[in-house]
């Protein structure tokens, strides 16, 4: 059995968004993504993979294609697959999100 404390994972990056690998396997996806104040993630999306977003800690607005809502500690979003997701951090307080898709996203090459 494989385990892991979320809260080791925890890091920041004035940067960008900060992203660590949860577990991936064959079957699933999942990493943890830290954002500081005013920092976001997306859109993302995978054509194969639904998704969940939970959020950890602080308070996001998360917009899954049209649909947009604010999310605080434990609230979580359903991200079917195909649409995009865009998480923004909406407070001056860090942001830490869940991020599980089944099965893992396909790899794509990055268009330049």
Do not use: Y
Not at 10 to 23: A, I, W, Y
Not at 43 to 68: F, K, N, W, Y
Not at 72 to 96: C, H, I, K, M, Y
């Amino acid at each position: 059995m494989k385990t892991k404390d979320l809260r080791d994972l925890v890091h920041f990056s004035e940067d960008g968004p900060h992203h660590e690998t949860v577990f991936e396997s064959e079957h699933l996806w999942s990493e943890v993504v830290c954002l500081e104040r005013a920092q976001s993630l997306g859109p993302i999306s995978d054509p194969d993979s639904d998704a969940i977003c939970c959020i950890l800690a602080g308070e996001v607005a998360v917009q899954v294609d049209l649909g947009r809502k604010r999310l605080e500690q434990w609230g979580t979003a359903l991200v079917p697959a195909g649409a995009n997701l865009t998480v923004r951090n909406a407070s001056d307080e860090p942001a830490v999100i869940l991020l599980v898709a089944a099965p893992p996203p396909t790899p794509r090459p990055i268009s330049e």
